[in-house]
């Protein structure tokens, strides 16, 4: 292992070298197993003697803080740290500080809800890892790498890439989005996208207007970006247009599936949200995160589409068509905007992953990822279909909100006086992890209501976790007595 050992002076060497090992070992820095440098080493890097420092180990040596062994070497003496002191997190130290961040990041979001060990996990915005075609990304990234091709790969001078050029034809041809190469900028996923875009569009003060109840990973973007964030109502058709603020300068919405609630946006509310923009000389940025998955004949087209005054910034993402670990989304922007979009990203990260990005090129240009979400659609819709029948057998509690696309599907709970919240906490001690709406609002909840995943749960198991959803609403209506809890099997 590299360590870090600076020494001052020219004082007592040895004691120096002791006192920074000793307290890297009962800090946790080092632990119990690990090997320090061989003397001669240590000594050639601090240029001292090899005396000095050997001097320094045998000290620790006595101590039993360090061991040798025999043709191996020297090591952090296991056990030599109480467990207490070495932690689990090694090598942390902290340190209080005299500086504090900006207004935007003093209150940090609240932890999101995790379905820790909870038998059945209705997660919403997580696909089914498993569908990945894992053998066929692990020959494509083999080739690029056994290739050596490690640097971004462009087309031009400007630094538009090939995994643009592919992007631009996947959408142009599975979503009618209207876009070249040109228009394409990839990013880390859609946060990255939406960051950009703030980056770009968004001064300090300015008003944005956010779908209420939405998704709070974009409100809470934007409000770090020292955005005036507002909430506006949504209804059956989408954003309420006619509560859009005046003053707003760009609107996030969600129209494929809107998030939460699933609602696709109708034409004419499309429309309206068009013309307003044109009227406000506001900016739409359309977030069609996992409209992928269609369980409907007919998708309605894109805003990005329908726009004629180049004013929708329409962003897109593989993580839910793929994997979010890849980190890959997109923003397919107006000529107007590219350039400066290109520079906010050079500005802050120069690029992606090289790797990921030729590898995403050669998946998409080979055909996999419509194949893959031709295969992923057919699983999603056999659980869809098999949560839609059990929600349906629960339909005097919850109303079924109609969608037509995405991985969750939302209810909203019929009994007004029932805390969503409430619920999901039960449900979750019981063993069933479902997503509570009041914490995806902006203002004070409307309705509650709970949103249902389906990439993390398995066909069979949607019946019987409705079940338990059931016993558990009966019981927090003071019905029933608690269900036992259910826990995944192993954990
Ligand atoms: C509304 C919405 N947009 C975008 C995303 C994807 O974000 P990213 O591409 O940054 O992983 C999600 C994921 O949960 C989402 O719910």
Do not use: N
């Not at 309420?240 to 300068?249: E, H, T, Y």
């Not at 034409?267 to 998955?293: G, M, N, P, Q, T």
């Not at 593989?318 to 107007?336: C, D, E, Q, T």
């Amino acid at each position: 292992m590299d360590l870090h050992v600076t020494l001052a002076g020219s004082g007592d060497l040895t004691a120096q070298i002791y006192a920074q090992l000793r307290e890297a070992v009962l800090d946790g820095r080092l632990a119990g197993g690990d090997r320090v440098p061989a003397t001669r080493e240590l000594a050639t890097s601090l240029r001292v003697s090899r005396g000095t420092v050997t001097a320094a180990y045998d000290r620790l040596l006595a101590e039993q803080l360090l061991e040798s062994r025999r043709g191996s070497g020297t090591f952090v003496a296991a056990g030599c740290v109480p467990p207490a002191r070495s932690g689990t997190a090694r090598g942390r130290r902290t340190r209080p500080g005299a500086v504090t961040p900006t207004a935007a990041w003093r209150s940090p979001s609240a932890a999101p809800r995790v379905p820790g060990d909870a038998a059945y996990d209705f997660s919403v915005g997580v696909p089914d890892a498993s569908l990945f075609p894992l053998a066929t990304w692990r020959r494509i990234v083999s080739g690029t790498l056994r290739r050596g091709r490690l640097a971004p790969d462009t087309y031009d001078e400007r630094g538009v890439s090939r995994l643009e050029g592919e992007i631009a034809r996947y959408a142009g041809v599975s979503r009618s989005v209207v876009a070249s190469a040109d228009d394409v900028v990839t990013t880390a996923g859609a946060q990255q996208a939406l960051d950009l875009v703030a980056r770009v569009l968004v001064e300090p003060g300015d008003v944005v207007a956010v779908e209420d109840p939405g998704y709070t990973a974009a409100a809470r973007l934007f409000s770090t970006h020292r955005a005036t964030v507002r909430g506006v109502p949504v209804d059956g058709e989408g954003i309420v247009v006619d509560a859009l603020p005046d003053a707003a300068r760009l609107v996030y919405v969600t129209p494929s599936h809107q998030h939460p609630t699933g609602v696709a946006m109708s034409r004419a509310r499309r429309i309206a949200l068009l013309e307003w923009a044109v009227r406000h000389d506001a900016v739409l940025v359309e977030d069609d995160y996992d409209s992928e998955f269609r369980f409907a004949d007919r998708p309605l087209e894109p805003l990005q589409s329908l726009d004629r005054d180049g004013r929708v910034v329409y962003v897109g993402s593989f993580s839910k068509s793929l994997l979010p670990g890849l980190r890959v989304g997109y923003a397919i922007a107006p000529s107007s905007l590219t350039p400066a979009l290109r520079e906010a990203k050079r500005v802050t990260v120069w690029d992606g992953d090289a790797v990921t990005q030729r590898a995403l090129a050669d998946f998409l240009a080979e055909g996999h990822h419509a194949a893959h979400v031709k295969r992923a659609t057919k699983v999603y819709r056999a659980r869809r279909d098999e949560l839609l029948r059990g929600l349906a057998a629960l339909e005097h509690r919850l109303e079924i909100v109609p969608s037509a696309a995405g991985l969750h599907v939302c209810t909203f709970l019929r009994d007004g006086d029932l805390d969503d919240l409430a619920v999901a906490d039960r449900a979750l001690a019981a063993g069933v992890f479902v997503d509570p709406l009041s914490p995806r609002h902006l203002e004070r909840p409307t309705r509650h209501g709970l949103a249902f995943g389906v990439g993390g749960i398995r066909e069979e198991a949607i019946g019987p976790g409705l079940a338990v959803l059931r016993d558990v609403m009966r019981e927090v209506r003071g019905e029933v007595s608690a269900p036992r809890p259910r826990r995944r099997a192993g954990g």
